[in-house]
């Protein structure tokens, strides 16, 4: 058992650009959910129209990178209407039915094979990252020698990634402690007292679907970069739960909510990974194979991930950052 | 006129001219007919032919109705008898069958609810919808209308401080009025059932409006804080306001309203100062009951004591007998 190494990877992966993507999505899903109440089930739908907008400019339409960041931003507004415009004058369940299964639709039809000559069916889109690459001012491998390094490359996305987060969380900030995040957070506890004191509900629905759906682009667009490739595996519905999740331990309805929540999940789910990976191989495991295989410990971190989330909404429902108090009010 | 005040000067005391105005406006009802459907010599909502249906009962059927502006109109009637339901056509919270209705004779059919706030005609809500996760004072302030910071870029921008304060010194006022400012800073969904009534009806004062429908502000409020959101209800009349209010505690609506509208099965039946419309006889046996305008008095008292004690004893005899 080699703790070092387990630690090194953890927080490798805590801190990098996987994190950062996490950490943007739930930023959005928090909008969404944890100030106005409305129910995202396809935060991956935004950060597919957005990862492949911008890639397809390049790749597709051959015009730059940057101008493909301001198409999948765009874009993501428009889906943000779309999915908007005929739900979000009904009951709060309807969003959440029609947004997860348009996250479906988009993923099936981006990689349906009559649209692989553009999009690159399953196999995705690559050779888009020169543009990006080429800004990159780091060489080497970065980070604390001993403790934990990322390539230069990975170093570069997380400076930009963990620089889009920070802004972010400003932005959330400075919107949410205003008059109009008030109104958003009155929307989330009783819609009908907003609208009885003059408040167009619908609209700041609206504006918040939309904007939640900017920082999903944002994760979409970290999504492309780091991997230099795009695909529709990479927008499956459970990116949508995993950012719930991350959502819920960080603590929704507070601004470093998501980004705790991230560093958190991504930590956790290496370390374990890795920790049951370590148990169960080499010549004499710790875990003899009899009790569990190698195959099998694979899966032991969600099954330690589903038991933490448990223990979280037993003990601490509110997540890390959240307020008992209140909680406490939805008791009565 | 409270639609001309600006933000920071509501709450403020009111000035003569208005005073002489409600003065007038009442005095006006004076010539009105105590019938239902009368013409008010000045109305500030008008209804016609107003019906809404669920499913096969008619819950609201309205021929006509007139509210006068500037003086407390009580809208009373049985359980059931419609009235949550016609408050909430009128503030585009219900869509009804049929039937025309308007505010300061601009119509408000299809009009969405928030915009009928905005024109000025505030409601609250008989089971209350107080902002449960939101401090008091943060409830009061959501109530302020042509907040800046409300708009996405005023409020990046942080371009709101100074209205901000504004509105926070009204909030204070209105919360110190109604006893509620050592709550100032709890959860309101921390507050008890009739604080809640209290804020909400504070909370629909914060946006000014011209035309103020509470709907059973009273219930769950005790007798000595009634005693005083009389005396409030009644300024905001003096204030230059309307108000239409719900209620079933008699002594309020004998007490401050100017006038009397019984609706029974979704129809008017009856309408006219307090004192007329409690003499009505339909009105008695439809709502009131025969006792209705008794107090326990000592004698009726001893009446309903005398009365148990000979039933008391009329049991025990029959058990000794046994
Ligand atoms: N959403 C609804 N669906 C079906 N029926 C309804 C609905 N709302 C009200 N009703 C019916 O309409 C009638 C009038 O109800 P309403 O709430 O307007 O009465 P009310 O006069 O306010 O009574 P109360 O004094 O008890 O508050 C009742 O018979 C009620 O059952
Ligand atoms: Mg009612």
Redesign the interface.
């Known amino acids: 058992m080699d703790f070092q190494t387990i630690l090194s990877l953890s927080l490798q992966s805590a801190l990098g650009p996987t994190a950062v993507i996490y950490a943007l999505a739930a930023i959005g899903l928090n909008v969404h959910f944890g100030y106005t109440g409305l129910l995202n089930f396809g935060q991956a739908g935004f950060m597919m129209v957005a990862g492949y907008a911008l890639v397809s400019f390049p790749i597709v339409l051959g015009l730059s990178l940057w101008l493909g960041a301001l198409a999948g931003l765009l874009l993501t507004v428009v889906l943000a209407l779309l999915l908007g415009v005929p739900t979000l004058r009904l009951r709060a369940d309807y969003l959440a039915i029609v947004t997860i299964a348009a996250a479906e639709i988009i993923r099936q039809s981006i990689g349906a094979a009559t649209l692989s000559d553009t999009f690159g069916g399953q196999d995705g889109l690559t050779g888009f990252i020169e543009p990006f690459r080429a800004l990159n001012p780091y060489t080497g491998s970065i980070g604390i020698p001993g403790l934990v390094t990322w390539s230069a490359f990975d170093f570069w996305v997380m400076t930009v990634g963990w620089v889009l987060v920070a802004i972010s969380c400003v932005v959330i900030w400075l919107l949410m402690r205003s008059p109009w995040g008030r109104v958003l957070k009155s929307i989330r506890e009783d819609e009908d007292a907003v609208r009885s004191l003059g408040k167009n509900v619908y609209s700041y629905k609206m504006q918040a679907l939309m904007l939640g759906g900017l920082f999903g682009a944002l994760a979409g667009f970290i999504t492309a970069l780091r991997s230099a490739s795009i695909g529709p595996s990479f927008f499956a519905t459970d990116v949508t739960f995993f950012a719930y999740t991350v959502l819920l331990i960080g603590g929704a309805a507070r601004v470093l909510g998501p980004v705790a929540g991230s560093i958190i999940f991504w930590f956790l789910i290496s370390g374990l990974g890795i920790f049951f990976a370590q148990a169960t191989g080499g010549a004499d495991p710790l875990i003899p194979a009899s009790i569990m295989t190698s195959t099998q410990a694979s899966l032991m971190r969600f099954i330690f991930l589903g038991l933490g989330l448990m223990l979280l909404m037993i003990f601490r429902p509110q997540g890390i950052f959240g307020d008992r108090r209140e909680l406490a009010i939805d008791a009565r | 006129m409270p639609a001309e005040q600006t933000t920071a000067a509501a709450g403020d005391t009111p000035g003569n001219g208005s005073r002489a105005d409600s003065t007038a406006a009442r005095e006006a009802l004076n010539q009105v007919d105590h019938r239902p459907g009368s013409a008010k010599p000045d109305p500030i909502v008008v209804a016609d032919n107003v019906t809404r249906q669920f499913g096969g009962l008619t819950a609201v059927d309205v021929e006509h109705v007139e509210i006068q502006r500037g003086v407390i109109t009580a809208l009373i009637g049985p359980n059931g008898a419609g009235k949550t339901t016609f408050f909430n056509v009128l ?1 585009g ?1 219900d869509k009804p069958q049929s039937g025309t209705w308007s505010f300061n004779g601009r119509p408000l059919s299809g009009v ?4 009928v ?2 024109m000025g005609m ?4 008989q089971l209350t ?6 401090h008091v004072v ?1 409830n009061m ?3 302020a ?1 042509g ?1 800046s ?4 870029l ?3 921008l ?1 371009r ?1 401080g100074g209205q ?1 304060r504004q509105i926070t010194d009204k909030a204070d006022k209105l919360l110190e009025r109604f006893l509620l400012d050592k709550k100032r800073n709890d ?1 309101a ?2 507050l008890s059932g009739g604080q809640r009534k209290l804020l909400e009806m504070a ?2 004062l ?2 000014d409006p011209e035309l103020v429908m509470l709907d059973e502000p009273m219930a769950g409020v005790n007798p000595a804080l009634k005693q005083s959101l009389l005396g409030h209800v009644k300024s905001l009349r003096d204030e230059g306001r309307t108000v239409l209010f719900v209620e079933h505690d008699m002594d309020m609506v004998r007490d401050i309203s100017d006038w009397v509208i019984v609706m029974a099965q979704g129809t008017i039946v009856a309408e006219g100062p307090p004192d007329s419309v409690m003499a009505n006889k339909s009105v008695i046996d439809a709502y009131l009951g025969s006792h209705h305008d008794q107090d326990l008095s000592e004698d009726v008292e001893e009446e309903i004591i005398a009365a148990a004690e000979a039933e008391i004893a009329g049991t025990t005899k029959t058990e000794e007998r046994k």
Do not use: C, D, H, N
Not at chain 2, 112 to 115: G, S
Not at chain 2, 129 to 134: M, N, S, T, Y
Not at chain 2, 149 to 152: A, I, V
């Open positions: 503030t919270f969405p609810a928030y915009q706030a905005r505030v409601r609250t809500f919808k107080v902002l449960a996760k939101l943060e302030r959501l109530g209308t907040q910071g409300e708009r996405f005023s409020a990046l942080q709101w901000e959860f969904g921390s909370r629909a914060m946006a």
